[in-house]
């Protein structure tokens, strides 16, 4: 099911809560901008993926959250956290 | 009314009656003349001469048809994309008109007649003006065609189909914008920063009984552009037989992430890989592959969103591989992905396919960065038949995004902005190493249908010295150039 990009930006933020344990309100939006990612997982592969090398726009989101920042790619489809702990996840 | 008033009015009735009918045989005889069907590329002025009008009526231009015949008229060709309607504002804003359109050349192209009393040279040159316009020549200079009588390959064949001709421009309407097969310098490019595609088919257009396997997202193999260069089984070979999973009716190629025999593309990137390589060449439709004609199998691995796993991968190799064994002759497949995890298990299975005599050509990678340093997979493997891909833009420049590597990644090719089919019969431009690997693939099928027993050694080598050198890639990859078909099949 497609999404809007202030969907996904809120997808993301109950992600990261789910993920960290904190209630949404503790979690900020820093910036959503446009971006062209490096593949079709928006550069951010599982350790078990392959990925289409073809340039994939899509919305760079980041959020905010005990003074850490966290990055989600994404884009109508598909969510993806990049580089938490060391590696990627596929949120949707 | 006396007598004599009587007889002279009956002589006046009588002289105007013969005078209306001959006039009016006159008109009949001059809409016969226009009735004569005209040939393309001349005007209609060859048929009846300018100033021969007949009466006060055209004189005056209320006569629309001889109006036609003294307009200057161009012959304009817009930019794909041009919509109809843009077209008739260009057209209004130059008090201009649209004659005719040429939908079965293009739906862009058109004989524009001008309605301001300028020659066809001033006209055409408003239009080459204009951004939206890729050409604009007074009509009668551009021939659409080649005359049906002017063959060399014999009654009803295309000069352009016969290898050997000196100009092998192909007849796709949308082949203009494909600027990795002849770049014209437009939109900021640079001219002839291109695979020299044209040279190259002056020597061949590709062979039917070379197989290029995509191994990607599937590929539309419905696409009207690609549907006459798909592989399909041979009616005396037997379905494919997995170990565990049994028989699958693999018509068109195989599916590895649904596991069944049914490659249909549900993303779109396998079908624009696989129109680079191979969608069908002066067909009068879309775009021209490298190769006009090919045998492209689809094998799909990557699902909907693009992304699949190393596992289902080599199913698809090893698919290749069995097929190979059962005598399809699949001498390449075109990878256009990857990852930066390695896997011994991946790279077995390409080397068991170069074993098999089957070139195995990688994108290299989008991150901009030195793949020397931080590898790319399968791309980065070292092995015999791998050849790696890195991309080039219309400039001639190494692409923003694509990886480098002096010693691994091996030659580059045009990658961005990139038109080619996409599902549902329509075409689209990406860019990529995604989309640099088929023009490779595709060149590697070229030398292929000449020297079909090549030896995959023999075969990356020669492509490998196929480059023209460029001050871009000097020192970010092994051959520090760009492929170049044309010098791939020995034509130059």
Not at chain 2, 288 to 316: Q, R, T
Request: proline share 4%.
């Amino acid at each position: 099911m497609a999404f809007t990009r202030d969907e996904a930006v809120a997808r993301a933020r109950a992600d990261l809560a789910g993920r960290l344990g904190l209630a949404e309100k503790e979690i900020a939006d820093e910036s959503v901008a446009d971006a062209d990612f490096s593949d079709a997982n928006f550069g951010a592969s599982r350790a078990d993926e392959m990925s289409a090398q073809m340039i994939t726009p899509g919305w760079r989101i980041t959020l905010r959250a005990g003074g850490q920042v966290y990055e989600y790619r994404a884009n109508r489809n598909r969510l993806r956290l990049f580089n938490f702990n060391g590696a990627n996840h596929r949120v949707v | 009314m006396n007598r004599n008033n009587l007889f002279g009015h009956l002589a006046l009735a009588v002289a105007l009656v013969i005078l209306a009918a001959f006039i009016g045989q006159m008109r009949h005889m001059q809409w016969r003349t226009h009735d004569k069907p005209v040939e393309r590329g001349k005007t209609e002025q060859t048929a009846e001469p300018a100033g021969d009008k007949e009466d006060g009526d055209e004189a005056e231009g209320t006569d629309d048809q001889d109006k036609d015949e003294d307009d200057a008229e161009v012959l304009v060709r817009f930019r794909a994309g041009t919509s109809p309607e843009a077209i008739d504002r260009i057209t209004a804003q130059l008090n201009d008109r649209v004659e005719d359109r040429f939908e079965q050349i293009a739906s862009e192209e058109m004989v524009i007649a001008d309605e301001d009393n300028l020659d066809a040279e001033e006209v055409a040159a408003e239009y080459r003006a204009l951004p939206e316009v890729l050409y604009a020549e007074p009509n009668g200079q551009i021939e659409l065609e080649p005359g049906e009588d002017a063959v060399d390959g014999g009654p009803g064949l295309r000069p352009d189909y016969v290898a050997g001709a000196d100009h092998a421009h192909p007849s796709d309407p949308m082949f203009d914008d494909q600027w990795s097969l002849d770049n014209h310098g437009t939109r900021g490019g640079t001219q002839n920063a291109d695979i020299s595609a044209l040279k190259a088919w002056e020597k061949t257009h590709g062979s039917e009984k070379i197989v290029v396997a995509v191994l990607d997202t599937g590929v539309d193999y419905t696409h009207r552009d690609l549907i006459n260069n798909i592989w399909t089984r041979p009616a005396n070979m037997p379905a494919y037989i997995d170990k565990e999973l049994g028989a699958f009716d693999d018509t068109h190629g195989f599916d590895a992430s649904d596991m069944d025999g049914d490659p249909m593309d549900d993303n779109g990137h396998g079908t624009h890989c696989a129109g680079i390589v191979g969608a069908e060449g002066d067909n009068n439709d879309g775009i021209a592959g490298v190769n006009w004609h090919v045998e492209i199998m689809p094998l799909k691995f990557l699902n909907a969103n693009g992304s699949g796993s190393v596992k289902d991968a080599i199913e698809c190799i090893n698919y290749a591989i069995a097929r190979k064994k059962a005598g399809v002759n699949i001498r390449i497949i075109s990878a256009s992905w990857g990852s930066t995890m390695y896997s011994r298990a991946l790279e077995d299975a390409i080397k068991r396919a170069g074993e098999e005599d089957i070139l195995f050509v990688a994108a290299a990678g989008n991150s901009s960065t030195d793949n020397d340093r931080r590898p790319h997979y399968p791309s980065s493997y070292a092995l015999p038949n791998v050849l790696s891909v890195a991309a080039l833009t219309r400039r001639d420049e190494l692409a923003s995004f694509s990886n480098w590597g002096l010693k691994s990644v091996h030659v580059a090719a045009p990658g961005a902005e990139i038109l080619s089919t996409w599902p549902d019969n329509q075409y689209e431009e990406h860019s990529g190493t995604s989309m640099a690997t088929p023009e490779v693939s595709g060149v590697a099928a070229l030398v292929l249908a000449l020297n079909p027993n090549m030896p995959v050694k023999d075969l990356r080598e020669r492509l490998i010295n196929a480059t023209d050198k460029l001050p871009a890639l000097s020192g970010k990859v092994a051959s520090g150039g760009r492929i170049n078909a044309a010098r791939a099949v020995k034509a130059e």
